[in-house]
């Protein structure tokens, strides 16, 4: 029974600093490699019997102190009424894109139990075969990072056809985004009542955002997801990538953890979130290239900017790359636990 990670997140003392790392599941390790080659990802998303085997590959491998359900952040997109697809080297295509008065009127609300069962049924086996061995993390992106694939039908570079909805049709937008934080909150609660123990919001997009343009567009529905799992008692972290300019903002969203990037120093975050907060990160995914004894410096370093938080979470400022050896991935968390024991 290893707790750790909800007792950091709760901001509790625990006997090391326990660690994860975004998208430990995937194409880096091996194992995943060899699921993937007879079954297609988002196959493997809707099979609750192998997205439980590839959540469990890290727990088994790397020796994390959390799952994260293998899913992705478009899979509640789909039953709202747009085409999903991933194709091969060119990443998820959405079709058609949702850039229209109209389109935005058409798009359904979600119901987790019948529209996205798999997701809860993985959810409910993972918790069985963990059986507390570590606790398990549930996600879905924030509605901003899931409008810009909406817009966009994919990912983009400029995001220019969401800033220009933003900017030339901001009733719609707000439209959009009250019915993608409506389908998140669904999705999410159920996420929780399947037994999730800790919800991760990933906004991945936000960070291209001015700050005033941030707290008008993507913050107030950010906090409505907040707000909307408080009774469900299980911790909320808020990870926004590139989002050191939104830092003062992006705490007022009241998740319990604020998940960071590598860009900024969690001890210049901590004085501009407050000494009260509890951290998560942050770690440069390319520094898995270093050679060992630099390795060991850089996470010595960020354990002991961490220890001044409130709560430590260690993990990378952004996801595991493909091409990272698995072994550099077990190293940094046998560092993190020798390091910080
Ligand atoms: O972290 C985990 O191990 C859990 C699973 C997970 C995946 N995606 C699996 C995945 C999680 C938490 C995500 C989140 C996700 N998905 C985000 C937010 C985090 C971030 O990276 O910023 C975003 C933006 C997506 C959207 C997405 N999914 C893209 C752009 C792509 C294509 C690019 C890529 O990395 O391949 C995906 C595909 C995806 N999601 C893969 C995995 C393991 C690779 C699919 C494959 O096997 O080919």
């Known amino acids: 029974m290893n707790d750790t990670f909800l007792r950091a997140c709760r901001g509790e003392p625990t006997p090391f600093t326990p660690v994860w790392l975004m998208r430990q599941a995937g194409r880096y390790l091996p194992a995943y490699q060899a699921v993937r080659g007879t079954t297609d990802f988002l196959t493997l998303c809707k099979t609750p019997e192998l997205a439980v085997e590839v959540t469990l590959q890290p727990v088994d491998i790397l020796g994390v102190d959390a799952a994260i359900l293998f899913s992705d952040i478009l899979i509640p997109l789909e039953p709202m009424g747009v085409g999903l697809a991933f194709h091969e080297g060119r990443g998820p295509v959405l079709d058609p894109p949702v850039r229209t008065e109209d389109q935005v009127r058409s798009l359904r609300g979600i119901d987790p139990e019948r529209d996205v069962p798999f997701v809860l049924e993985t959810i409910r086996r993972l918790r069985r075969e963990l059986a507390g061995r570590v606790p398990l993390i549930g996600f879905s992106g924030a509605p901003f990072t899931l409008a810009t694939y909406l817009v966009e039908g994919g990912t983009s570079r400029g995001f220019l056809h969401t800033k220009r909805m933003m900017f030339e049709a901001p009733e719609v937008f707000e439209e959009l985004m009250r019915r993608i934080t409506d389908v998140t909150v669904a999705y999410l609660r159920a996420q929780a ?149």
Request: aromatic share 6%.
């Open 193 to 341: 009542a399947a037994g999730a123990q800790a919800i991760q919001v990933f906004d991945t997009w936000a960070g291209i955002l001015s700050p005033g343009d941030y707290r008008a567009h993507a913050l107030p529905h950010a906090r409505r997801v907040m707000e909307a799992l408080a009774d469900t008692g299980v911790p909320r972290i808020y990870f926004v990538h590139d989002g050191g300019h939104l830092l003062e903002d992006i705490r007022t969203a009241g998740a319990d953890v604020v998940g960071l990037d590598w860009r900024t120093d969690i001890s210049a975050a901590l004085q501009r979130l407050g000494a009260d907060a509890v951290v998560q990160g942050n770690l440069d995914p390319c520094a898995l290239f270093l050679p060992e004894d630099r390795l060991r410096e850089r996470v010595r370093g960020i354990l002991e900017e961490g220890r001044r938080a409130r709560g430590h979470v260690f993990n990378l400022g952004h996801g595991v790359l493909p091409e990272i050896p698995p072994e550099k991935a077990k190293l940094v968390v046998d560092l993190v636990h020798e390091l910080s024991a």
